[in-house]
Structure formats: C-alpha cells, structure tokens
C-alpha cells in the first residue's frame, strides 16, 4: 500500500512537470518566437519602420538666454532750476528728437539775458569811443605833441575794452542758453515712460528723478550669452561678414521663454572683447526692427544665432540613431542575396541636430534607408519586414 502511494504521487509530480513544460512552450511561442496567431511576424522578420536619409540644407543655430534693451534709453532732466508751468507730452506717447516736452518758468532768464545784453551794449559804447580817442593819439603822436607813455597808455584801455566786451558776449551767449534750456525738448527718438513731476513743481538741475524716460523700441537690442567653447564659431562668422561686407549680418532668433513662439528676426551687432571668467560664457548683442513692438524692454528671451549654413548635409531622423559601447550606429536596410530586406549595423559620426534631425557627418549617404522604429529587436545581419516607411524632417528654414 505504502508503495504504491509513493508511485501515485511520483505520477502527480510527473504530469504537473508536463503541465508546466507545455505552458513555457506556448509562452516563448507567443512573446519570442511570434506565435501562429500573428501572421507574417517571426523571431527572423520583425517589423520595421524606415526613413530615407536626405540631402539638405542644414542651419547651425547657437542658443543663449537673452534680454531685451532699448537701444537708446534717456533719463530727461531739466538743466536749470525754476518753476515747471507747462507739460507738453502724454505718458506713453511717441516722440522725436527736438519735439518739446516741458516749460520752466522763462522769466527770471529772460531777464538776465537782458541785464547782459546792457552790460554789452554799455561796455561796447565805451570800446568805440576809446578807439576814436586812439585813432586821434595816433595822429598826435606821429607829430610829437603827446607823449609816448599817454599813447601806449590809451592802446591799453583800448584792449581792456575789448576785453571787457568778449565776456560780455560770453555772458549774453550764456544767458540766452540758460533761457533755452527753460524749453525742455527730447534728446532722442522714443516712447515716454511715466512722468515724475507734475506742473507747479520747483524742478532742479540736481533732480536724480528727473522728468520722464524715453527709451526707443524700434528698433531695439538683444544681449544674450554663449558658452566661450562657442566663441570660435561666432567669430568665423563675424570674419566672413568682415570679409565680405555683402554678405548679411548672422541673423538672430528671438523666442519666447518657453521656446513656442518666434517673437522677432533681427541680426547680430557685435562680440564682446573678452570672456566672463566668473561664467566662462562671452556677451553678445543683436539688433531687432521690432515694428510690432513684439519685444519689451528688461523682457526675457531665448536668443538663437545662425552661424553657419550646412549645405547638402546628409539628415536622417534623429530617433534612428543609437548609442553603443563602439559609439554611435543606425541599423541600414539592405537586401541579401534572396532579395529580403535586411538590417545591417553601420557607425556613424553625428553632428548638429535637434529633437527631430540630426546630420549624420560621416558614415552614411543620402538615399539610403535607416530604421527609425523597431530597433529593440534588431541585431546586425537580421531579415525584417518593413512595415512603413515616414517621411524624414526637413530643416527649419531660416526667415
């Protein structure tokens, strides 16, 4: 009895092995080896989709951050003291060089321009007369009825006068600038800011405040930052515009801060002369018409400079290349001596690319097709089955 128990449980154990070695089978058929049930797809064939590499014109952009300035941003001040009795603007309004902004109290400079102007004509009265008086001591002294020293003497005051005069003039010219300058006009061209005073107000040549801001919009600057292992790329750039002065300026993309929008296209001005040794990065500053107003003084930007422009350069999408303890490789669809498609592992040098292209420097051409999709299951030398084929990015185009 106790032997056969010992047989029957032997059995169980037999058919539960059995049970279990027939349900690892159906497993590696279904998940390794494709099954029956999925028409078409083998462990030898998996599907692939594949992109053709293409020849194109490829820009090479440089990213920094950046923020707007003005390129002219004035602080109006008045240059003398008195009492402000007239504005002429709007807060927000737009101006040009020389329009008038404000009015200081014009009297009390008025009245010593015309206190110089007496003084002048005073001291020119006495100037005149003494030159007649000369005139007649020439004549005497030619004659030696007066003495020499009464001559000379009267040359003297003669040149005193003249003298006496220049300052005159001088105060006259300095009285009728003090009177112009109680008409306050705008240094440049621009929108004001807020004003800082109102009429009625004693206003001070000393004022840190001052009247109102103008800062000009349009056009206006960008100032951005590149790392310095950036600087040798901007610098060739600069040097072929140097070279060439037709050629255009490199131009400048301004986006937005979360990188969605293009806000403006303008050019870059200049290079700074040194790098920040506290950042290691270098300063640049670009140039926008900003028309639209699109860009706001102190705003924050993403600045893109276009350095160089790859032409022809071979581009495949960018999720068709892998990185492998050899470097970096994209599986080639061939075709072996059957004629069915095969996927062949090729190293390749990547160079500039974006989140959708990327150039390929060395190691492919244009024409030839990569797999961009269905790499986890490809090894060198398989047969796959392309299952479709997707259309490789084109470059961004430069505005």
Not at 11 to 22: K, S
Not at 308 to 336: E, F, W
Request: hydrophobic content about 45%.
């Amino acid at each position: 009895m106790k032997a056969w128990a010992q047989r029957s449980g032997r059995r169980r154990i037999y058919i539960w092995l059995a049970l279990a070695l027939a349900a690892l089978l159906l497993v590696w058929r279904l998940f390794f080896a494709g099954g029956s049930s999925r028409p078409g797809m083998s462990m030898d064939a998996p599907p692939v989709r594949v992109a053709t590499a293409l020849a194109q014109n490829v820009p090479h952009f440089l990213s920094g951050l950046g923020t707007v300035t003005p390129s002219s941003d004035v602080l109006v001040k008045s240059r003398v003291d008195g009492q402000l009795i007239r504005l002429h603007f709007q807060e927000g309004q737009r101006v040009r060089a020389g329009d008038l902004l404000a009015e200081i109290d014009p009297r009390p400079f008025q009245a010593a321009l015309d206190q110089a102007q007496g003084n002048l004509a005073r001291d020119q009265a006495q100037l005149d007369n003494a030159r007649r008086d000369l005139t007649r001591y020439v004549k005497l002294a030619r004659g030696d009825f007066i003495a020499a020293q009464q001559y000379e003497t009267q040359r003297a005051l003669v040149r005193q006068y003249e003298g006496t005069v220049e300052a005159d003039k001088a105060a006259v010219d300095a009285a009728r600038l003090q009177l112009e300058y109680s008409r306050i006009t705008a240094p440049v061209a621009g929108r004001l800011g807020l004003r800082n005073v109102d009429e009625g107000n004693q206003v001070k040549s000393a004022d840190s405040a001052g009247l109102v801001r103008i800062t000009e919009v349009s056009p206006c600057d960008v100032l951005f930052t590149l790392p310095e292992s950036q600087v040798p790329l901007v610098a060739q750039a600069l040097r072929r515009r140097e070279e060439d002065p037709a050629l255009p300026s490199p131009p400048v993309q301004a986006w937005d801060r979360d990188q969605k929008h293009l806000l403006a296209v303008g050019a870059l001005l200049s290079l700074d002369n040194q790098i920040d040794a506290a950042t290691g990065t270098v300063r640049l500053k670009a140039r926008f018409p900003n028309q639209d107003d699109a860009l706001y003084p102190n705003q924050f930007v993403n600045a893109r400079l276009m350095v160089r422009m790859l032409r022809d350069a071979v581009t495949i999408p960018a999720s068709a290349v892998q990185l492998g303890s050899r470097g970096s490789y994209v599986y080639v669809i061939g075709k072996d001596d059957k004629g069915d498609a095969v996927a062949q592992v090729r190293q390749v040098t990547p160079g500039i690319g974006t989140d959708r292209l990327t150039v390929v420097d060395k190691g492919l051409k244009a024409g030839e097709v990569v797999v961009v999709d269905g790499l986890d299951r490809l090894r060198d030398g398989i047969r796959v089955k392309v299952a479709a084929t997707v259309e490789t990015p084109r470059a961004e185009p430069v505005e």
